[in-house]
């Protein structure tokens, strides 16, 4: 109990005291949240007090905000069209959909404004969406005021869906309550929840207050700094955190809470990470503990420090599966079963995955809508990173009974087979299907980085991330700030770089079209001076037959661009005699030979022999051999037949 | 017999017919050798001047072999048509080795090797065709039946939140599967055995009657049959480890590999073999219940000694005359009637008194 009412002494003072004055991030809002779980109607009942400073230049009359949950209303919302709701037959029974409804909302001591809340569709023009309103201010809020806000909102939740919701007794309770928009450029950026689409939001202080039934076990954003049991049978847990931009909670009853500390001396972390495991899957447990320890450690060796005194992650329970992988500040989803072998690194990943969002969305507060690379793509470099690093290159994804599979191989597969349809950079919702947004947003952009970082060199690269978390942290970055930090600390100019591989959908793909050797004949012919065809007889006049030199080979190297991106290239060729020879070639052109005249005979010849395309998409022929074939082909064509053999034994009637 | 010596009986007249074996093995090969044929040159087309050719070669890299999957659509989709004609081909060839191997195991011992094989093949061939037609039929009631079971593990499953219970429930589901799978199998067998016993062309009643003989027998005929398939399952353990224990980096080493393949699948070849003389004394002694018996097949019947045939049995008129072995088998036996196509010969082999192979 003492150690209960310190807690609330604290956050009093903190709240009284320093509203808006957050530690390391510009506090642009405040939220005081309270919340009733009624998991008998599925429904958050709740309330807000939300401070919003006007950080820009000029009077605000109006307020926008985003009412995410409206998304899963019906089958005519922006979000539930784009994921192909209008073609689909099938129907949702009616305690799956979610909504919110905000009941009242004024200023303090002013009139209820609900009733002039009206609903905007700035993206698509869809006016069945209703997530994201305005409101008409009584007075505008002057430039460097501050405006506060008492709403009433009752949050139905839907059947999990895209990172919210319940199953069974299991809640993921994100995007639950009215969150104000980004006020930037003189203009609110306040986007409508697509299908593809994250969040984008402002920092600042929150606080909330969750009452559930006693029996349920609740993890949220930030530090639990009270809890109180209440006379009707409830719970009240009270969580805080500054230096944020969203607050999300879970509640079930079959949560299994374990705590252990992170302690990291250089560069300094202390933090308490809470592990909420469904009893269900309980022996994944330790494969959880172990990667976020990993991800902690990496993240905070590499970009900087972890600052937040808490991590929370959560494990769905079965068939969540749609909770699954999340992130939200200092909280966040993992992805498991009972049954994932311990060489399928399918939790490890999304655990180092998600938490890494603590940073790229978290700390570096990207916008999600307009530019998803920012964090999913910097996230995916820095996960593959991680696995790497802590599982081995080649297995990071997969290790189990012989199978071993790494995650660039993993990531590059999606980019290979993709088609040629959209840039990375691009608004969430403009992407032609949401395997487009998928393997642009995620994997193409985590092998760009890759591709950068072969580039730069690895030191180089490592300063660059730095550089652009410490640049960046607590403040909204686009995708210049990020092509300027590189060029800045690289030195360089990469905008021939960015340009292609980050704005144009075009493909990387350099080979070897053409590898031939051959013994250079005699001379034949007429030569200067009447020397004759061979074996003739001299004609008055001719040259004499040059001497034909002894064991000279012409060797021919033929590279070529197959894709459009153009990307300087280096080609190492191996003679017989053990010589190298490296050529480089700008790729420009479509194709380019190279010609030696040798006592040895070319062996092989390699484009980018150090692997620094990762975003080529066929590294198949790349390189070549003089003296084709080999056993690989009796190889692998033994083991097909070795188990059609067996199929046909098998299935024979 | 009992059924442990039904089926060493089973495998050793597999293992004293090596040209049996051989001709199954072939017919294996043969089957599967186009698809290799495919393949090597669409690798060695696409991939053989490659360096990364080079070192699959020492070292299979599933990054490398995945990426190679990516981006040979065309080939794959080539080779999975290859592979499903293939196999389209060899399910007929088979039925023209199951009236084969049929007649060889009850047919005159004495005769030529390929000329029963062979000859049983073809006069077998028709019915054999239409008997594995009919036996989709019995995909139905297995198919409800799974429905029930599933049904049932659904309702043993309500609470999803015990995902273990249903990780194992999935498991049996896939063995409940397996299990209607190879109950189908086997009743196809014994299906054709009574056609080639009893020399039938009403298949599809034969394919009744072997229902009810395996349901009637279902402890001893599936005891038989998995015996057999643990005979199986070792061959197929033995071949696993000594195939994992070739490194298949040289080609004397991947061409060592590939003999081992040609022992396990001549071996499985046997077991077939086996599998099915076993099967076929079963039925013959459960219906004579003279143990220790062997038979052989007569020569095809003229259409008038068929019809005749048939109307004996229609009539029902004879009855065998044999120990009771309870209501069930008393009821298969009446169905049983001696049939003047199956013959006996003594246990020494001996040819049979009134042999009516040359009988038109």
């Not at chain 1, 269900?280 to 447990?285: C, N, P, Y």
């Not at chain 1, 009972?338 to 603590?358: K, L, W």
């Not at chain 1, 949401?434 to 970082?453: C, D, I, Q, R, W």
Request: proline share 5%; net charge neutral; glycine share 10%.
């Amino acid at each position: 109990m003492r150690r209960t009412a310190v807690r609330c002494l604290l956050v009093a003072s903190v709240l009284a005291g320093s509203v808006l004055e957050g530690g390391l991030a510009k506090a642009i809002v405040s939220y005081d949240l309270k919340a009733r779980l009624r998991p008998e109607i599925r429904t958050v009942e709740g309330s807000e007090t939300l401070t919003w400073l006007n950080d820009s230049g000029g009077p605000v009359p109006e307020l926008r905000f985003h009412l995410y949950l409206n998304a899963f209303r019906n089958n005519r919302s922006t979000f539930m069209v784009e994921r192909g709701a209008l073609a689909s037959k099938s129907v949702r029974p009616a305690e799956d959909w979610g909504s919110i409804e905000v009941k009242s909302l004024r200023v303090p001591g002013g009139k209820d404004l609900a009733s002039t809340l009206e609903f905007i569709h700035p993206d698509d023009g869809n006016t069945d969406d209703r997530t994201v309103a305005r409101v008409l201010l009584p007075t505008p809020v002057p430039p460097g005021g501050r405006v506060t806000l008492e709403i009433e909102f009752v949050s139905r939740l839907p059947k999990v869906i895209a990172r919210s919701g319940y199953v069974g007794e299991f809640y993921l309770v994100g995007q639950w309550f009215p969150k104000i928009g980004v006020f930037q450029n003189g203009a609110w950026n306040c986007h409508q929840y697509h299908g593809n689409s994250e969040f984008y939001a402002d920092y600042g202080l929150f606080k909330a207050e969750l009452t559930v039934p006693a029996q349920y076990v609740v993890g949220a954003t930030g530090k639990r700094v009270a809890e109180r049991a209440n006379a009707d049978g409830t719970k009240t847990y009270t969580h805080y955190q500054d230096d944020i931009h969203d607050f999300a909670w879970t509640a079930c009853p079959d949560f299994r809470e374990f705590h252990e500390f992170f302690v990291l001396e250089d560069p300094k972390v202390e933090t308490e990470m809470i592990f909420l495991v469904h009893r269900a899957h309980l022996g994944i447990k330790d494969r959880y503990v172990r990667s976020l320890r990993q991800g902690i450690e990496f993240y905070s060796r590499n970009y900087g420090a972890y600052p937040y005194p808490t991590i929370t992650l959560v494990d769905p329970a079965p068939g969540a599966v749609s909770a699954g992988g999340m992130e939200y500040p200092t909280f966040f989803t993992a992805d498991s079963t009972s049954y994932m072998p311990a060489g399928v690194r399918m939790p490890e990943m999304v655990t180092i995955h998600e938490f890494g969002h603590n940073y790229w969305y978290g700390m570096v507060g990207s916008n999600e809508f307009e530019e998803a690379w920012l964090d999913e793509g910097i996230n995916t470099y820095s996960e593959i990173k991680a696995m790497d690093r802590y599982y081995g290159a080649d297995r990071s994804m997969i290790d189990w009974g012989g199978l071993r599979i790494g995650e660039i191989a993993y990531q590059r597969l999606s980019v290979i087979g993709s088609g040629r349809f959209d840039p990375i950079l691009k608004s969430s919702w403009g992407f032609i299907g949401p395997s487009s947004y998928s393997l642009n947003v995620y994997a193409k952009a985590g092998l760009m980085l890759l591709t950068l970082e072969k580039m730069l060199g690895e030191p180089v690269m490592a300063k660059v991330m730095r550089t652009y978390f410490e640049t960046w942290k607590f403040r909204h970055p686009t995708s210049r700030d990020f092509i300027r930090v590189a060029q800045d600390v690289s030195g360089r100019d990469l905008g021939w770089f960015f340009g292609q591989a980050l704005e144009s959908p075009d493909k990387l793909d350099y080979g070897i079209s053409d590898l031939r050797t051959y013994e250079i004949a005699p001379p034949d012919g007429l030569f200067e001076g009447g020397k004759p065809l061979s074996g003739g007889e001299a004609r008055p006049g001719a040259d004499p037959k040059p001497p034909r030199a002894p064991g000279l080979f012409r060797s021919e190297v033929t590279v070529a661009r197959y894709g459009e991106m153009i990307f300087p290239q280096e080609i190492l060729v191996t003679f017989e005699n053990g010589d190298k020879v490296r050529e480089f070639w700008d790729g420009r052109d479509r194709w380019k030979r190279f010609v030696y005249d040798q006592g040895s005979r070319v062996r092989s010849a390699e484009i980018d022999p150090e692997g620094r395309m990762m975003l080529d998409v066929n590294s198949l022929n790349n390189s070549r051999v003089i003296d084709a074939g080999g056993p690989a082909a009796m190889k692998f064509g033994a083991g097909l037949l070795k188990w059609f053999q067996g199929l046909l034994s098998f299935i024979a009637p | 017999m009992t059924i442990l010596a039904l089926a060493v009986k089973g495998l050793r007249d597999a293992v004293s017919r090596p040209k049996m074996v051989f001709v199954l093995w072939l017919g294996n090969l043969l089957a599967a050798v186009p698809l290799y044929l495919l393949f090597t040159g669409a690798f060695n087309a696409s991939l053989g001047a490659s360096g990364l050719a080079r070192g699959l070669a020492a070292k299979t890299d599933m990054n490398v072999l995945l990426e190679i999957l990516t981006t040979s659509g065309p080939a794959i989709r080539d080779l999975v048509r290859a592979a499903l004609g293939l196999t389209l081909v060899y399910e007929f060839a088979w039925i023209f080795f199951a009236g084969g191997i049929l007649q060889t195991l009850l047919g005159d011992a004495a005769a030529p090797f390929a000329s029963e094989f062979f000859s049983g093949g073809g006069r077998f061939y028709g019915r054999f065709f239409r008997l594995t037609l009919f036996s989709f039929l019995l995909w139905l009631p297995a198919g409800a039946l799974f429905i029930v079971f599933d049904g049932i593990l659904s309702a043993v499953q309500s609470d999803p939140n015990r995902e273990q219970l249903g990780f194992f429930l999935v498991l049996a589901r896939y063995a409940f599967a397996f299990a209607l799978l190879h109950l189908i199998r086997m009743i196809l067998d014994y299906a054709r055995i009574r056609v080639a016993v009893r020399d039938s062309r009403d298949v599809f009643a034969e394919l009744g009657r072997a229902v009810r003989f395996v349901l009637g027998r279902l402890g001893r005929t599936l005891a038989l049959y998995y015996l057999l398939g643990l005979a199986g399952l070792a061959i197929l353990v033995l071949f696993w480890i000594l195939d994992s224990a070739l490194p298949k980096t040289t080609p004397a080493a991947i061409l060592a590999a590939l003999v081992l393949t040609q022992v396990f699948i001549a071996a499985r070849s046997g077991l077939r073999i086996a599998s099915q003389s076993a099967q076929a004394a079963f039925y013959l002694q459960e219906i004579k219940t003279g143990g220790g018996k062997a038979y052989r097949l007569a020569a095809p019947a003229s259409a008038g000694a068929a019809q005749d045939a048939r109307g004996k049995m229609d009539q029902g008129s004879e009855k065998i005359q044999a120990g009771v072995q309870g209501d069930a088998d008393q009821a298969e036996r009446q169905e049983e009637k001696p049939d003047q196509r199956v013959e006996e010969k003594d246990q020494e082999g001996q040819r049979p008194t009134n042999d009516k192979q040359d009988q038109p």
